[in-house]
């Protein structure tokens, strides 16, 4: 639990030193990073997104700022407490904790959630904690099997023997303790239909890795969590998701992190993930043209605007968004039923690790 | 497994019927249940949707049935295989499985997955088996927490024992096994958010019961195992969400099942269930009014629908549905944390609880 010690003090020195401040008769400000997409760059050197350095002042005694210096104060002694009473709260929960009518008058403290999220933000950046670490959860899904024993709250869970539920994966992982990792690397998996397929086939047992179905976009808890298996125990990482703008920008928050919380990408991004399909190349080296669907006009839309995002100028990325528009057709996870229920599990996944078929 | 072998029987005995049916000469044919509105009621003696006795007849000899009854074939056949293999499908993974172009012609099998779903829907009805009990598994959400160990898949799952997390829900619980379930009551929480809070103020421990989040609308697999935990054991089930339409249509699925799936209303429905809150009443109650949010055009809208199903026209509901008209406004489960972020967990399910205070 090193990062609760270390959470609570760079909180309390902010505290700190807004009271000293006070004291010596000045106006007291925070200094918040900018997170305006003209502070957002792509670094090629690290290769995620970034914030750059321009700064703005919150003061106190300001009639334009007055009120979000305000909301700061509160977010920042909210989530001391939290750390100092070692619970979580949901952003949610939160906003209405904080949510209050200030005396003689008809003014709140918060209106909308929004504004908390924006403040909660501001800290997180300010302070470079992430907000797990201020013990403020965003909600989550998602789900995890292999071979693999963690320690949580007192429990020792293990990962293999969770019949064909699988762990939840929670808001926060931040306390989680791994006992074990016996896994070769990790198959992110865009849908939890898909991940009952592998699961069922016993892939991860066969193939000796860990199985985790995000569900959609990724939630924050289950990034973080994949970053930890990557960065602590030295696993690669595979993504695989529909053939599709939509699955190529779960793949991409996963790798490098997103624009609107580019501040924190090295906090939740995984660098060395890799795509592993569905491709178009796929398409016609499995004989799925049968199975494909005919392309939105918002894919296409889509693809045009990926295609411009500085991290999928690689060539390899630019070819394989070609093929989408020039073809205008997409192909789901599910489409590899086609040739057979367990085709997926295998001939298509077995032979795409074989031979380190993936997109980077 | 009983189960099993009765799906595999019924799935037989149907295709040896046509076959026969083709033996003699006949035209082979399904006899389907109606399944439009005009076809289902709501029953007061059991209190559940209920399918009226109108049957479809759907022949092979027939050119504007043959298509579906070919399709009808197919998915018997499909469900046949996959129970004979003991390995179940998505839906998704279905359709695709069993779309191919015809021979000699531009005719596909299934063109969209609404056909597949549609039929697979029919042979549940005509053959009063789950789906599940197919194998044919729809999306799934939802998590789970307590003093209950299940077998599933040859692992020993200790629900009491999963960390922070829980155990994910799968979308199919038909061969779960409960080794033991030490619990007063199962309490079903429409948001994770307010699961994890309770989870961690260890309210199951506290109170002995089953905490279930369904995480939005109550996905199949969660209504499955609500209805069996409380069959099977007896278990009251105290429903959860949000003050609001929303909220009380989640309860009324939970309880008495849903238009759509009128046929299964007895195969995954809980009659017991009742609605523990947010009540109009308990914002007046626990002081709420400064958390609540003003309601939305198709709030007021839905509510309007609500009221006249009949399932909602006990006097208990029409009065808190006519509350909410006049006022107005909504709460969140997290409102509560207005109160202070342990008050739903010290104060308000407990008070609740022991006053019996609920809707039914």
């Keep these: 639990m090193k990062y609760l010690e270390e959470s609570i003090k760079k909180l309390g020195n902010e505290a700190k030193r807004i009271v000293e401040e006070i004291m010596q008769g000045k106006n007291p400000k925070f200094l918040i990073p900018v997170r305006t997409l003209s502070n957002v760059y792509f670094d090629k050197k690290t290769f995620s997104l970034r914030l750059g350095n321009k700064k703005a002042e919150r003061e106190f005694f300001n009639l334009k700022e007055a009120k979000k210096f305000l909301q700061t104060v509160l977010v920042l002694s909210f989530a001391y407490q939290l750390l100092k009473e070692n619970v979580h709260a949901s952003l949610r929960e939160a906003f209405y904790a904080m949510k209050r009518t200030l005396p003689n008058s008809n003014e709140n403290t918060f209106d909308e959630q929004d504004e908390s999220d924006s403040v909660i933000i501001d800290l997180e950046v300010t302070l470079d904690l992430l907000r797990e670490q201020m013990h403020l959860n965003a909600d989550t899904r998602g789900r995890v099997v292999g071979n693999v024993i963690i320690e949580d709250r007192g429990d020792v869970v293990d990962w293999s023997k969770l019949g064909s539920g699988g762990w939840a994966i929670p808001s926060n992982v931040e306390a989680i303790e791994f006992k074990k990792v016996d896994a070769e690397f990790i198959l992110v998996i865009e849908k939890n239909a898909a ?29 973080r969590l994949i970053q930890r298996l990557n960065q602590e125990f030295n696993l690669p990482v595979y993504v695989f998701t529909d053939s599709d703008p939509y699955g190529w920008y779960i793949y991409s928050v996963i790798k490098y992190g997103s624009i609107n919380l580019a501040h924190i990408s090295d906090r939740l991004g995984t660098k060395d993930a890799k795509f592993i399909g569905l491709t178009m190349t796929d398409i016609d080296e499995y004989k799925l043209k049968n199975w494909t669907i005919k392309a939105k006009d918002v894919d296409i839309k889509r693809a045009m605007e ?16 070609d093929k989408f528009l020039e073809r205008k057709y997409k192909a789901e996870l599910e489409s590899l039923a086609g040739r057979g229920l367990k085709f997926v599990t295998e001939n298509y996944l077995p032979e795409k690790i074989k031979n380190e078929d993936f997109l980077d």
């Design 195 to 223: 991940w009952e397929r592998l699961h069922e086939d016993k892939f991860w047992q066969k193939h000796n890795c860990i199985l985790l179905t995000t569900q959609g976009q990724a939630p924050r808890g289950a990034r």
């Design 306 to 321: 990926l295609k411009e995002y500085e991290w999928f100028k690689k060539k390899e990325w630019q070819k394989e968004i």
